[in-house]
């Protein structure tokens, strides 16, 4: 059976790992979450204690840094220089300083080659903010994702919540904007709708629903 790729781009919070996992599952395809790549590297920075916003600084640290996504059961893991790295990328730390970090044009070189490696036989769903327009622009089927702010800062403050992290609403909201502002404005593969994407808004749809239009999308694809 033919073997796609799949892209998934949008803003943060818009329900593009949850998603892009259980498509992955449904499909029996690779789930590469492309941020977590860009989160290890900002973790490497900062446990580092190099200032994020300095490019030259950050670009000689990463310069022999190797990212590594290994699947374990069901899951991918990302490892830095061979250490599991995957319990620390979720943190305020690294979500603060990450959209600094992928900004630069040589950290984006590194990582870009390493998707489109991985991603070279296909059957895999990618997900990120640039894989439809610049990472793999034939891939076969480009969704972007999207969700009203209201929607997105609710989903993020339960998840934080389920962690034991009991944060203020409005703050969740402001961090968002602030690094969707950074992550579309940056000069560098700019978070964009690809002209091929299908937009898919979230914000009433249930998991399920949004897992199955894709699937679906996707068996049009396969099955033709
Ligand atoms: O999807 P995420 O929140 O884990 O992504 C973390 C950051 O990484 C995001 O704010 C911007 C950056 N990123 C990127 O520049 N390009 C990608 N393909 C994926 C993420």
Redesign the pocket.
């Known amino acids: 059976m033919k073997k796609i790729v799949i892209a998934i781009d949008g803003p ?1 919070a818009a329900g ?1 790992s949850t998603t892009a996992k259980l498509v992955a599952e449904k499909l029996n395809y690779l789930h590469i ?4 790549m ?2 290890a590297l900002t973790y490497k920075i900062l446990r580092d204690g190099i200032d994020p916003e300095n490019e030259a600084a950050v670009v000689e640290a990463l310069k022999d840094s190797k990212v590594d996504l290994k699947k374990e059961k069901n899951e991918i893991k990302v490892f830095l220089d061979d250490e599991d790295v995957s319990k620390y990328l979720r943190s305020a730390e690294v979500t603060n300083a ?2 600094a970090v ?1 900004s630069y044009k040589q950290v984006r070189e590194m990582m870009v080659e390493l998707q489109r490696r991985i991603s070279n036989e296909g059957g895999v769903v990618l997900e ?4 439809g327009t610049v ?1 793999i622009p034939d891939a076969d089927l480009k969704i972007f994702m999207i969700a009203g702010i209201e929607t997105r800062a609710k989903r993020r403050q339960k998840e934080l919540a389920e962690k034991g992290l009991m944060i203020d609403y409005n703050k969740i909201v402001n961090e968002i904007i602030e ?1 969707d502002n950074k ?1 579309s404005k940056r000069k560098e593969s700019p978070l964009r709708k690809a002209d091929d994407a299908i937009v898919l808004d979230t914000s009433n749809l249930s998991i399920e629903e949004q897992v199955n239009f894709i699937v679906n999308k996707a068996l049009e694809i396969i099955e033709n």
């Open positions: 943060a593009k979450d492309t941020g977590a860009y989160r990450v959209s992928s990120g903010r640039d894989i990472v690094r992550d």
